[in-house]
Structure formats: structure tokens, C-alpha cells
């Protein structure tokens, strides 16, 4: 069930952020969106199989029942976001995420400024959608420099799913031959793939909180949520906070 997010200021640099003791919002996801038609192109048979059941959306790590959940709109080519996921997220999801105590969720923000981040946005998504997000997330960011010289992203995609996964994400993918919608600065969806759709609703959300850069991070304990911050923040600076927000 979405949480309506609150509409905030601008956010903090995550400096000042943490200074201050405050954070993040609303927002959490869980959405069974019906995808969208591929592009006629495709057999019959691919098209049936990529949009044949409404699936859950899964862009998130964690105990959704954890206590702390922490919002992620970020863009695959930012090296910021790349900066966060490696030093922070990284080794909350080994040790915090793990544990049960933070529910860490991605939404999709893809910069204009950034040719290939819809492209790679697209990708994760149909990831999502065969449950080899963390994956190919992971891959994204770890071989960030490699690929957005030319946007050649596909191989590592695949070195990071199996061939079934790999063939499917292909399949939904098939219809997602024009230039993102989101990439373009929030143009309307590309007509037959699948996948733009989810991005939109994330886009959609960033407009609502609102998202100005990234990454940008949210935060909700007990039900009470809390202004937005963006910028870099280290681990243990992180853990101080989540522990300060479990000890209330």
C-alpha cells in the first residue's frame, strides 16, 4: 500500500542533513502495476509472455516490516549515487538491511543531463520484474564507467542474471526502441515498452517530495516521516542516525 508522500521543502545537503538530527518522507511502494503492450514488432508469443500477468514490483531490499525504511531516488549514471551505493548502502544492506532493522527501497529518478541513464533505469525495471534487481543494480554501479562512454550497458545485465532471466528481460525490453521517455525530461512513456511505465509512477513521486538532485533519501520510522536530504552521507555517520531514530 503507497503512503501518500508529504510535500517538503528543498532538501538539506547531507551535511547539514545529519547535523540536524532530521530526515526524509513518505512514499513507500508496493505496486502491482499491468505492463505495458510491446511493440508490434515482437511475436505474439514474446509480447504474451512479457506482459501475460501483473506483477509486483520489487525495487527494494530488506524486511518490509523493518522498522526504519529508507527511500532511494537516485540515477544509474550520477557517480554521486554510484559513490553512495558502493561506501553507504553497500554495507547497510550487508549489515543493517540483513539484520531487519532498515527496509531499503529504490525509486528511479534519471537525469536529462545524463544521456543513458533512462536506458540503464529500463533495465533495473525489467530486472525488478524477474526478481534479479539487486543484481543487475549492483552491476550497474560497478562497472558505471565503463558503460556510460557509449551506453553499452547489456553485458554486464547479463553477466549478472541467468540466461532464462536474461531472455525475458529481452522480451520486455523489445518494445523499448525509442529514446526514454523519462530521459527526455519527463516525456510521455515510450509507446510499447513495458517498462517505462514503472518509471513514470517514480518519476511522478520525485515530482511530488521534491526530488532536486541525487541521490536523494527519505526516511520513515513509526510512521513518521521526515524531511528530504541529498548528497553523500558516510556509513557510520548513516548507522549513528539509524540507531538514534531505534533507540526512540
Not at 73 to 87: A, G, I, K, M, N
Not at 107 to 114: F, I, K, N, R, T
Amino acid at each position: 500500500m503507497r503512503t501518500k508522500p508529504v510535500r517538503a521543502g528543498h532538501g538539506t545537503t547531507g551535511a547539514a542533513f545529519w547535523a540536524i538530527g532530521l530526515l526524509g518522507l513518505g512514499g513507500l511502494v508496493s505496486s502491482t502495476p499491468t505492463l505495458g503492450q510491446t511493440h508490434a514488432s515482437t511475436s505474439k508469443s514474446a509480447a504474451a509472455k512479457a506482459t501475460a500477468v501483473p506483477v509486483e514490483v520489487v525495487k527494494a531490499l530488506g524486511d518490509k516490516g523493518a522498522p526504519v525504511t529508507m527511500e532511494v531516488f537516485s540515477d544509474y549514471q550520477c557517480p554521486s549515487c554510484r559513490v553512495l551505493y558502493e561506501q553507504t548502502l553497500r554495507p547497510m544492506i550487508g549489515d543493517y538491511v540483513a539484520a531487519g532493522k532498515v527496509y531499503l527501497v529504490h525509486h528511479d529518478s534519471p537525469l536529462v543531463m545524463h544521456k543513458y541513464s533512462g536506458i540503464a533505469a529500463r533495465w533495473v525495471n525489467a530486472a525488478a520484474l524477474v526478481r534479479k534487481y539487486p543484481e543487475v543494480e549492483a552491476a550497474l554501479y560497478d562497472n558505471q564507467d565503463a558503460w556510460q562512454a557509449n551506453g553499452e550497458m547489456e553485458k554486464f545485465v547479463q553477466s549478472a542474471v541467468g540466461p532464462a532471466e536474461f531472455k525475458h528481460m529481452q522480451q520486455l525490453m523489445a518494445g523499448c526502441t525509442a529514446l526514454p521517455g523519462p530521459q527526455m525530461g519527463g516525456a510521455p512513456a515510450a509507446a510499447g515498452c513495458a517498462v517505462d511505465p514503472l518509471i513514470e509512477k517514480d518519476i511522478a513521486l520525485a515530482k511530488e517530495v521534491p526530488v532536486t538532485a541525487t541521490p536523494t533519501y527519505i526516511f520513515i520510522y513509526k510512521s513518521k516521516s521526515y524531511p528530504p536530504a541529498s548528497g553523500l552521507v558516510s556509513w557510520p555517520l548513516l548507522k549513528q542516525f539509524i540507531d538514534q531514530l531505534l533507540s526512540q
